[in-house]
Every structure is written in structure tokens, then in C-alpha cells.
């Protein structure tokens, strides 16, 4: 021992007999001894000697006791106890792994428990009851720091005590005997110190030692368990008593079948030798058979791994170890500990229990501490169960808040446990702990299921709904046994996880019986993922549209349009806990009802529709409040016919279990209601990382509790029988297990394993007659499908997905085939597609189908050809008729189209311009554009569409379809975009600005069928949500500029990646062109621009025209024609053939001779046109659009029309705003119709290789 040390502690005093006295230096003395503990070094040498020096028991005790009316010395002795019975993983960190060290952690450890048998004395602990006492009796006025410095340290010296550990080597004393804990806790008891505690958890102005009052009660009750406290003092129970009857009525059984098998293991007489039997057919290490050199009676336990050294399994495999050992206190201790509890949760629990939880949230507390709280609602709510279990006793930790915070702890937990391994034991035992808390409340919500009193019972069902409609806490046990590993976790956290999980099921069982339809929250993860196969979508033709009508109608017509209480119930339109706005609700409630319509179910549509109108009465969007059935029925028709905006296609992948999710961009999680099912819930436990850990606690059969077997063998039920999916079972280590549980000797003590195990093997056997690959099954575990496969046939999923062709259907195939072998047809396969009976049938399956019958050797002779590929070089005829047509056309206004026409190898734009590139007849591209004709044709407001407009418009206001799919090569493409690059260049020089000039903004009819045309393929594309964000942007821009009264440039500023990626899109940014939308000037822009010089009304024209089937007549119509005129089908037109513009002449020149005649030379143009006139037109146009068979593609690009005279423009934009009508009459609808403008564009047409030839 240190000299210093040695001479410091002999300055103390010294103790003669019972009395102890003391130096005149011992207070010195004291305060040197705590200088020196705060300077020892790594291996805790000071701590070490004063502990053989049992300086505790010979000096700091008997102060304490005999002289503790000197205060100062009193609060030191206090200070350096504190100091010396911290714990020794507090003072080495963790147990240290190096040998030296380890030997230092145990000494000190030894020390401890030294000093823990020495505080066993009432004396002491009356010593500090008196203590604390007294300085709980000051109040807070006259209570100085040092009290309650001496308070905290009075708490934690007492809590350092009783948290020494047991010395398993000093303490082997069986159950009911006290140990050294047990006499601690008997001085606590018989001092009052317990009094205190009781005192300092319910005193509302203690509530700042509320953390150390639950760290010692929860030591004090360390090696107890709540039945263990429950039971003491009583007589067994009936239960108890046959439970222990048939325990050892099962040890009996197994002595008695040992007894009887180590009979039959004796010889029938006694021989000197044993004897030598050579084994038939069993192999040694050679080529010879196995000699037995034993009894024979013992063969059957005859293995080839007798001898054999066991394999070392190494440290990381090795399974986790139990943290303890229980053990039953001494009788009077256990009765005094039941009374604490009692108390405790009469008078204190629940507010303490408040204190802390919100110290943990506050994070006001060390940590760790929460290990503490969750021990005490565990144990104490176990102990309010079993004692005639009192809600209000446990109301604060009966709650959803307390079920939120163990889920939270709990996947904290688990979190760790991957991440900081050195600690997995640690974290493991928390996460054990946590887990059950989280049991404990779900026993006292069962508990409280059985309550005679019905508030009681409403109060758990108000619980149970929220914990089974909350995703997390529902697909917690699940991901819990899915985790379970055996190297981290012990088996006793096994157990109680089955338990759980066997519990929960139940409970969620009972609560679906009483429900018809239980909703409950899901939550979907968005990836993004490559859509490899298209979605079917429903016929829209106008046919099967107009069939799909007249059988809805007949259908709600036979109801009466009544609707039934379920069918009222079910239509929900409107989601309050989704993340989508109600905005994209009401377009997705619209979608609702046509996709219902769509399907042809009448009722359902009708429901929503109703459901609709309660949630969104505003606008009369779904019909006023007071709508009458044909109105209603009428409304249901127009939606039918819409063409509403639908949200793009995305792959909506749920959280899989069975395995982890390729690490992807995902996008936030969307929240929603779906309906539950109890089977379906059941279905996420049939995986065999689910059903390995059941398997590995029912190896301990014999060691488990009834209860624990029984919940193995139900949850094993569920998915055997219940499931029908009794071959997830079929394992080989299962079958071996099973082999030990039919063999054992206590097996009549295990029914329902037995039973079980016999019906899986009765099952296997049966499938195993059917499926001669069943035994090589038994060597791999198997997911569901595997399961499906091997009790219902290999590869049936395969035969399922591909289309079976009857005898029939190849005779009709292979007669087309013939038939049309020889003919030049362009695709034989299309040909055969059209004609083939079966109309469902695809071309991939009708070029399949060919190949397996022989008839072509290879797909890639019928490979789909793309247009325009096909003529590739120029021949001589075919160049010195470009150039004719050249020198011919010239001179006209539009030189490339004309050359179109009348060309005889059609070929795409692209390649007749580089050819007349190549020839030397034009020096560049823009010589081929349309010419512009200056003039003032159009620009008066005041006036209609005149006879030269509308046959120029024949000729040239062909609607742009520019943006369906082109079957076109690359060059192509890429010689479209040089051109349309040069066309933003010429105009950008034109414009100083760079945007297109306000007189081209405002929209025609026909400009507003190009872009419907667009709008349509975008849609289809699934870019409806950036179309509605354009559509957004520009009405808000409409607006600012409406208030404001100024005009700046815009930026169109993509915030989503879905509008990011739809600005980079070729098709939009052609739509942007139209809109009339600025591109990025130079490398200085970044973003598309609204121009300053379109006006307010223009901008909402254009927003308009981004919804489409809102234009269903044409302005001109509008202007001539009554309301309510029936109106036009909605088709786009992308063709006007030779015969309908010779229609539409005809009609014009009627129209003319018959004004002619009535009017005189005076009246104007616009005048001329009357309701008869716009009638035949109507007509003509509505036969254009029935008799239109053929679809070409064109290409519309406007030019500006640049007019440097300011007079001119202003007086246009008065004549545009003026004209700016709303078709249906109100001016805030978002749907309007606007008028068609003045000023009328000039379009450049551009002929696809598809037109016909006038």
C-alpha cells in the first residue's frame, strides 16, 4: 500500500470495540483521500488499496454512525463513499478485454461487494433515513445548497449499493434463503428508508429527484418478478397446483422411458465378449463394410461422427448468451416488497411515471435512462394485472403516447444493434427490455377487454382501433421476427417475441370479427422503375363509348337511382390523411367516376358522384345541390365523354419484407386508407425468415412452458392449415425436429406438437406421391412461390402468361398466311391482325405463333419496318424529278411543300431538303421556308372569318399532330431539330427580345386544335402533371398582371423533377413554341419565359387550350349558332382530303349566291354569314370528320408576323381584348372557352411522307 495513502487512512482514528475514535485531522484526512481518487490512475490503484484496507467497514461506516452530529465531517464521509462504491463499469468504461485490466475490473469489483454486505445494517440506513428526513422537512425558503447536495448524494450512494452485483461464487443459496441483497433491502425496509422513497415519487415539490427515486426502485426490485411478488403470502392456486402436477407427472413419464429403454439396451444373457458384426450396406472409409465392434443392442445410436473431435464454432456464431438468473427472494422480503407495490401504485405511480417520461423527452436525462422507465411500466403494470387489475392505478402509461415511444425505442434499438457491434449485448438487452414494455401493454389492454365496466372496455377499444390502424405498430412483430439473430439476441427475447406476436394476432382476430370493413393507414414507397409493359387502357372509341352509355343507363335507370347503405359507405372520395392536395383530390374524384363508367358499374359512379358534390359543393363542379336525375344522368354522360387530365403512369411499389430494396431514388412516402383483411395480414408471416425462428424455440420443446409450445404451434397452424401453405414446413432440420418430438418419451405431454407434426408429415407424404422432386425439395427453404410450385405443378406460371391458341385458331392463321404469302403486302403481320377472328390477339403473339409453327424460321423476317427507312438512295429519275418540281415551284409561297405533294417516292422532310442541299439548287435551309405574306389581311377585330380565310385554311390550318410517336430514323430527328433550331434563331433576330410577338399569342380555333392535338399525346405519355403546372403558371401570371398592371418576362421555374424532366421533353418544348413561350435566349438563361407582350386575356386563352374537349364547337358556330346547339364530336381531325374541301367549296359558293341575292354591296363581311350558312358548314365539316379514314402527320410552325408600326399594334390589342368572350358564359370558370381571336396566324405547313397526293 502506498505510504501516503497508508498514513492518510491511519490520521482517520481508529475503532476500539464498538466505539470508534477519532483524530483531530480526520476531517483533513477524509478530503485528502477524495484528492487522491481524483488522481488515480487508469488501473484504479487508490481505489484498489483502500478497498483491502476495508477502509468502508473499519472507518467512513463507524463515523458515520457514531459521529454524525459533526456536519461537515458527516457530509465528507458521504462525498467518499459515493466516490467509492461507484460501479466499476463506470470507472473502467466497459469490461475491459485486455487480461490485466480484467484482473483490475474484478478486483475492484470484489472490493464492492465487500463494502454492499457491510451496508446491510438497519443502523446505517437509520442513519440516513434520519438524514434525509430531516432535510426533506425543510422547505424550499430555508433549504441551502449544500442540503440538497447532501440529498442527491444521499440517493446515489444508496443507489451505488444496491446496484453492486451478486457473487454467484459466494452466494450459492437456494430459493427462499436471504442473500445479501435480500438483507440490504430487509435495512432498508426496517429503517424507513422505503417510507422515504414513497415520499419522494409522489412529493410534488420533489419532482427533481423523480430520476434517482425510479433508478433505486428499480434495483430494489432486481431479482424479483410481479408473480413471484403477486403470489407471496397466499396459498397456491387450483391452476398453480395442476401446473406443477403436470410437470412432474412429465418428469416421471421421461424416468420411466429411460428406465425402459436401458432394459431393452441389456443383453437377453451375459457375455465375456461383446462380439463383431460387419454392417451390410453401410460403407466405412473404404470400400468395405463397417465392422461394429459393440453390443448390438446399442446399434441404433451407431454414427460415423463417434470419435470425431468437435468442430470449435467460432466466436461470431456463437448464440447470445441469457443476461440472468432468477431467483426467489426470502418470504418476508417478498411480502415487504409487495406492500412498496401496493403503494406505490396507489399513490405514486402515475405521476412519477409523468415526471420522467417527460425528462426523457426533454431530453433532460443521462443516457440511457429511458432502460429504467421502460422497466417500470413493464413490472408494475405485470403486477396491477395480476393483483385485480386496476386501470386508473396505470391510467398515464395506458395511452398511444406510451405505445409510440416503445415502437420508437424499439427500432432505435435495432438500429444500433446493427451499427455499433461491440456493444450488440448492450443493445440487445434494451432492445429486450423495450420489447417487453410493448407486451405489457398489449396484456393490459387485453385486461382491460375483460373489465365488467363499459367505460373501461370503450376506452380499450379506443386503443385497440388506433394501434391496429397505425402501419407501424401493426408491422412491428412482423419485422421484428423477420430480424431475429441468434448471435445477438437471446432465446428468453425469442420468447417473449412469440408471445407477443401470438398475443397481437389474437387480439386483432377478435377485433376484425365484430367489423364487416376495418380501414386501416398503408404506406406506399414511389420508385421510379422503367415501365417495360404498357397498362391496358379501356376502348374510348365514340362506339364502345356509346355502348358503354346505354348499358350504365339501363342499369341506373333499374335501380331507380337508388343506392344502397354499403355502397354509400364505401364511396369516399376525399382522403383527410393523404398528402394530395384537395385540389388534385377533386380531379382524381372526377377520374373516379369515368373510370367507374368506364368499367360500365353505374351505381358505384353514381355514388361517387353523389359523394363528390357533398365534399366539394362549390363551383357546381359535380352538379348543383338540387340536381334532378336527368340531370344527373346527363352529367354522368359528359364525364363519360371527357377527356379529363390523368396523373402520369408510375410504378407504385409496396415495402417488401422479403428482402432489401435495391438502393433508388425514392420519392416521399404517400400515405393512405385501405381496407383490411385478417387473412391478407396473415400472408406477411409466410416467409421462411419468419417462420426459422419459430422453428428454433420449438427445438426446446421440452424446456419451454405450455404457453410458449402453443404459441408456436398456432402460429405454425395459421400458415399450414389456415394458409394452406403447409409446405413452407417442408424442411429437412424440420422433420428432424419433428422426429425428436414424436420419439420423445413425455410425448403425451405435447398433444397439439404431436398432432401437428403429423399432419405436416401426412401432407408431405401425399404431395410427395404426386411430385417425385419433393424429397430433393427438402434440402431448401421455400418462399411462396416455390410453395406454389411444388404442390401445384413446376413452370404453371409461365403456361399461365402465355396465350394458348386452339386448333382452330392455327388452321385460320395458317390459311392467311398462305393466302397472303405472295402478295406485296408491305407487313404480312398486320395484314394477319386485322384479319384473324380473335381480336385480341397482339402482333408479338401473331409473330411468335408463325415461328412455333414453322412457317417463318425467324421473328426478325417480319420485324415492324420503320416509315421513311425504306427509301433510302436517289435514283437518277427520282433526282431529275426533285429538280423539276423545284424549278416548277420556286417562285410559290411555300416551295418544300408543294414539292411534297406532288413527289412520287415519298420521302420525309428531312431528306428531300438535304438532297436539294446536296444538288446545289438552294444554299440553305431557310429558303425552303414558307413564305410570309405582309398585309393587313386579318388584323381588323370587328369582322368574321372571310371565304379566302376559310379556303386557305383548307389548305394550310391542318391541326399539329407533330407530337406522336415518329417511326422515323434518328437523322431525322436530328435534321427536324436543326431546322426548328434555325426557325428560333430567324425569329429571334426578328424579335429583339427573343419571344414571339404579342399578335401570334392569342389562340385560334384551329391554333386551339393544334395544341388539343398535343395536349392529347402529352397526356398519353403521362405528362399530365407538368401540363397542369403550365396551365397553373400562366393563369397566375394572368392574373398578377391583371393587378399589377406592368408586363415582365416570366420564368417557367420546374421545382419537381416530373416538371424537370418534362422541360427537357422534345414534344413540350414544341408545345411551349405554340403556346407562343420564350426559350432560353443564350448560356446567360436557364429557364423557358412567358414574354412581357402577351396579354392577360391571351395568357388565360392559352391556359384554356391546355385543357382539352373544352373546345367543342367552333368560335365562328358559337357566334351563329343557339346555346343550346347540340355540339360536334370532339375528334381531331388531322387530314382534309380532296373531296371534303371540294365539299366545303361548294357549300361556301351556295352560301355566297345566296347573300348575293339579299344583301347589298354596303354590308360587311361579317354580316354575310347566316344561321343556314353556318349550318351547312357545320354539316360539311361534321361529314369531314366521319368520313376521315387516313391520318397523316404534320408539323405546324408559326411565324411571326413583325410590324414595326405601334399605332397598329395597339389598336389590335384593344380589338383582341375585346374579343375575348367566354363561351359558357362565366368568367372565373377554370374550363372557359375563349373566343376566337382577330388576328389570324400564318402557318407553315410541312407535309409528312404519309400525305396523300391531291
Known amino acids: 500500500m502506498n505510504c501516503e495513502l497508508l498514513a492518510t487512512c491511519s490520521a482517520l482514528g481508529y475503532l476500539e470495540g464498538d466505539a470508534y475514535h477519532k483524530e483531530a485531522d480526520c476531517l483533513e484526512s477524509v478530503k485528502d483521500l477524495i484528492r487522491f481518487l481524483r488522481h488515480e490512475d487508469d488501473t484504479r490503484d487508490v481505489r484498489q488499496q483502500l478497498g483491502e484496507s476495508q477502509i468502508v467497514q473499519n472507518d467512513l461506516l463507524p463515523i458515520i454512525i457514531q459521529h454524525r452530529e459533526d456536519k461537515a465531517l458527516f457530509d465528507a464521509c458521504i462525498r467518499l463513499m459515493v466516490n467509492l462504491t461507484q460501479p466499476s463499469m463506470l470507472c473502467f468504461g466497459k469490461v475491459p478485454d485486455d487480461p490485466v485490466f480484467r484482473h483490475h475490473f474484478m478486483e475492484v469489483t470484489s472490493h464492492l461487494q465487500a463494502y454492499k454486505e457491510a451496508f446491510a445494517s438497519e443502523k446505517v440506513f437509520g442513519i440516513f433515513s434520519e438524514t434525509l428526513y430531516n432535510l426533506l422537512q425543510l422547505d424550499w425558503e430555508q433549504r441551502q445548497e449544500e442540503d440538497n447536495l447532501l440529498i442527491e448524494r444521499i440517493l446515489l450512494l444508496v443507489r ?721 424529278e426533285l429538280q423539276m418540281l423545284f424549278e416548277e415551284y420556286k417562285d410559290s409561297d411555300d416551295v418544300l411543300g408543294n414539292i411534297l405533294k406532288k413527289i412520287t417516292a415519298k420521302r420525309s422532310r428531312a431528306r428531300v431538303v438535304d438532297k436539294l442541299l446536296s444538288m446545289g439548287l438552294v444554299s440553305e435551309r431557310r429558303e425552303l421556308y414558307k413564305k410570309r405574306r405582309r398585309g393587313a389581311q386579318g388584323k381588323s377585330s370587328g369582322r368574321a372569318m372571310t371565304e379566302e380565310e376559310f379556303l386557305a385554311d383548307l389548305t394550310q390550318g391542318l391541326p399539329d399532330d407533330s407530337v406522336d410517336g415518329d417511326d422515323g430514323d434518328d437523322r431525322e430527328d436530328e435534321s427536324e431539330s436543326e431546322e426548328s433550331g434555325e426557325d428560333e434563331e430567324e425569329d429571334g433576330e426578328k424579335t429583339p427580345n427573343g419571344g414571339q410577338s404579342s399578335q401570334m399569342s392569342h389562340l385560334t380555333v384551329e391554333r386551339r386544335a393544334g395544341v388539343g392535338s398535343m395536349v392529347s399525346a402529352l397526356q398519353q405519355q403521362g405528362v399530365s402533371g407538368p401540363l397542369l403546372w403550365l396551365q397553373n403558371s400562366l393563369n397566375r401570371t394572368a392574373n398578377d398582371r391583371d393587378k399589377d398592371g406592368l408586363s415582365q418576362p416570366v420564368p417557367l421555374v420546374p421545382l419537381t423533377e416530373e416538371n424537370e424532366d418534362a422541360m427537357e421533353n422534345k414534344s413540350f418544348q414544341k408545345l411551349l413554341r405554340k403556346l407562343g413561350m420564350r426559350p432560353p435566349a443564350n448560356e446567360q438563361e436557364s429557364f423557358w419565359r412567358i414574354p412581357s407582350k402577351i396579354s392577360p386575356s391571351e395568357l388565360r386563352s392559352a391556359a384554356a387550350a391546355l385543357t382539352p374537349g373544352e373546345d367543342k364547337t367552333d368560335d365562328c358556330e358559337d357566334q351563329a349558332g343557339p346555346r343550346g346547339q347540340a355540339e360536334e364530336p370532339h375528334e381531331e381531325e388531322e387530314e382534309v382530303s380532296g373531296d371534303q374541301k371540294a365539299q366545303a367549296l361548294r357549300a361556301l359558293l351556295l352560301a355566297r349566291k345566296r347573300k348575293c341575292r339579299t344583301t347589298n354591296d354596303t354590308v360587311r363581311v361579317s354580316d354575310l354569314t347566316s344561321a343556314d350558312d353556318s349550318d351547312t358548314v357545320t354539316e360539311s365539316r361534321s361529314q369531314e370528320q366521319k368520313t376521315s379514314t387516313k391520318r397523316s402527320r404534320s408539323r405546324l410552325l408559326d411565324d411571326d408576323d413583325d410590324d414595326d408600326d405601334e399605332d397598329e399594334k395597339k389598336e389590335e390589342d384593344e380589338s383582341t381584348n375585346a374579343m375575348d368572350v367566354d363561351a359558357n358564359g362565366d368568367a372565373d370558370s377554370d374550363g372557359e372557352d375563349i373566343s376566337a381571336p382577330v388576328k389570324r396566324r400564318r402557318k407553315m405547313v410541312l407535309i409528312d411522307e404519309d400525305e396523300e397526293e391531291d
Open 160 to 880: 451505488n449499493v444496491l446496484h453492486v452485483p451478486a457473487d454467484p461464487c459466494e452466494e450459492k443459496k437456494v430459493d427462499d434463503d436471504a442473500s445479501v441483497h435480500d438483507r440490504v433491502l430487509w435495512a432498508v425496509h426496517m429503517s424507513g428508508f422505503d417510507d422515504l422513497v414513497k415520499f419522494l415519487a409522489s412529493a410534488q415539490s420533489e419532482q427533481q429527484w423523480s430520476m434517482h427515486v425510479l433508478e433505486i426502485i428499480s434495483l430494489m426490485f432486481r431479482d424479483q418478478t410481479p408473480e413471484a411478488l403477486v403470489s407471496a403470502g397466499h396459498a397456491r392456486s387450483a391452476e398453480e397446483k395442476q401446473r406443477d402436477s403436470q410437470e412432474l407427472e412429465t418428469l416421471r413419464q421421461k424416468e420411466l422411458a429411460e428406465k425402459r429403454s436401458r432394459t431393452l439396451q441389456r443383453g437377453t444373457r451375459h457375455s465375456r465378449f461383446g462380439g463383431s458384426y460387419v454392417v451390410q450396406g453401410l460403407k466405412a472409409i473404404g470400400d468395405k463394410d463397417v465392422i461394429y465392434h459393440r453390443n448390438i443392442n446399442n446399434f441404433k445410436n451407431y454414427t460415423h461422427d463417434v470419435g470425431k473431435a468437435v468442430r470449435r464454432v467460432p466466436k461470431r456464431n456463437r448464440h447470445a448468451q441469457e443476461s440472468k438468473d432468477e431467483r426467489r427472494s426470502a418470504l418476508n422480503v417478498r411480502l415487504f416488497l409487495r406492500e412498496f407495490c401496493l403503494d406505490f401504485l396507489e399513490s405514486c405511480y402515475n405521476r412519477l411515471m409523468y415526471l420522467v417520461k417527460e425528462s426523457l423527452v426533454r431530453e433532460q436525462t443521462q443516457q440511457h435512462d429511458e432502460t429504467y422507465y421502460l422497466w417500470a411500466l413493464s413490472f408494475f403494470m405485470a403486477f396491477n394485472r395480476g393483483n385485480g387489475f386496476r386501470a386508473d392505478l396505470v391510467s398515464e402509461t395506458m395511452s398511444i403516447r406510451a405505445f409510440h415511444f416503445i415502437e420508437r425505442n424499439i427500432t432505435n434499438y435495432y438500429e444500433m444493434l446493427l451499427t455499433d457491434r461491440k456493444e450488440a449485448t448492450s443493445w440487445s438487452s434494451r432492445m429486450h427490455l423495450a420489447l417487453k414494455a410493448y407486451q405489457e401493454l398489449l396484456l393490459t389492454v387485453n385486461e382491460m377487454d375483460r373489465s365488467p365496466d363499459e367505460t373501461i372496455r370503450q376506452s380499450s377499444n379506443v386503443i385497440k382501433s388506433n394501434i391496429f390502424y397505425m402501419m407501424e405498430y401493426r408491422e412491428i412483430f412482423p419485422t421484428l421476427l423477420r430480424k431475429y439473430d441468434e448471435t445477438k439476441q437471446p432465446q428468453s427475447y425469442l420468447k417473449d417475441l412469440v408471445e407477443s406476436t401470438h398475443l397481437f394476432l389474437r387480439m386483432l382476430e377478435r377485433f376484425c370479427k365484430g367489423r364487416r370493413n376495418l380501414m386501416v393507414q398503408k404506406k406506399k414507397s414511389r420508385r421510379k422503375k422503367s415501365n417495360k409493359k404498357q397498362q391496358l387502357t379501356p376502348d374510348t372509341s365514340p362506339e364502345a363509348l356509346a355502348e358503354t352509355w346505354k348499358i350504365v343507363e339501363e342499369e341506373l335507370r333499374a335501380t331507380g337511382f337508388q343506392l344502397s347503405e354499403s355502397l354509400k359507405e364505401s364511396s369516399v372520395p376525399f382522403d383527410a390523411t393523404s398528402e394530395t392536395p384537395p385540389e388534385e383530390q377533386r380531379t382524381e374524384a372526377m377520374v373516379r367516376v369515368q373510370d367507374a363508367l368506364l368499367a360500365r358499374l353505374g351505381p358505384e359512379a353514381l355514388g361517387l358522384l353523389r359523394a363528390a358534390r357533398e365534399v366539394w359543393p362549390d363551383g357546381d363542379v359535380f352538379g348543383s345541390a338540387d340536381v334532378e336525375l336527368e340531370e344527373e344522368l346527363e352529367l354522368l354522360k359528359q364525364i363519360l365523354n371527357a377527356n379529363l387530365p390523368r396523373s402520369a403512369p408510375e410504378t407504385v411499389v409496396e415495402e417488401e419484407d422479403e428482402g432489401e430494396l435495391e438502393e433508388e431514388e425514392m420519392e416521399p412516402v404517400r400515405i393512405s386508407e385501405t381496407e383490411f383483411k385478417f387473412v391478407d395480414f396473415i400472408k406477411r408471416f409466410a416467409n421462411p425468415n419468419i417462420v426459422r425462428p419459430y422453428l428454433l424455440l420449438l427445438k426446446t420443446f421440452s424446456k419451454n412452458t405450455p404457453h410458449t409450445n402453443h404459441c408456436i404451434v398456432r402460429m405454425l397452424h395459421r400458415l399450414a392449415v389456415d394458409l394452406k401453405m403447409d409446405a413452407l414446413l417442408f424442411q429437412l432440420s424440420v422433420f428432424h425436429l419433428f422426429n425428436k418430438i414424436l420419439s420423445d418419451p413425455a410425448a403425451a405431454a405435447y398433444k397439439e406438437l404431436v398432432t401437428f407434426a403429423k399432419y405436416v408429415l401426412n401432407s408431405f407424404f401425399s404431395v410427395a406421391a404426386q411430385n417425385n422432386k419433393a424429397y430433393v425439395e427438402l434440402l431448401f427453404w421455400k418462399n411462396v412461390g416455390a410453395v406454389r410450385e411444388m404442390t401445384e405443378g413446376y413452370g404453371k406460371d409461365g403456361e399461365d402468361k402465355k396465350p394458348t391458341w386452339t386448333e382452330e385458331e392455327e388452321e385460320e392463321l395458317r390459311n392467311l398466311y398462305m393466302q397472303h404469302l405472295d402478295s406485296e403486302v408491305p407487313d404480312i403481320a398486320e395484314t394477319l391482325l386485322s384479319l384473324l377472328s380473335n381480336s385480341n390477339r397482339t402482333r408479338r403473339q401473331v409473330v411468335t405463333q408463325l415461328v412455333h409453327m414453322g412457317l417463318v424460321d425467324n421473328a426478325k423476317e417480319l420485324k415492324k419496318q420503320k416509315k421513311g427507312t425504306r427509301i433510302v438512295l436517289w435514283t437518277e429519275e427520282q433526282a431529275q
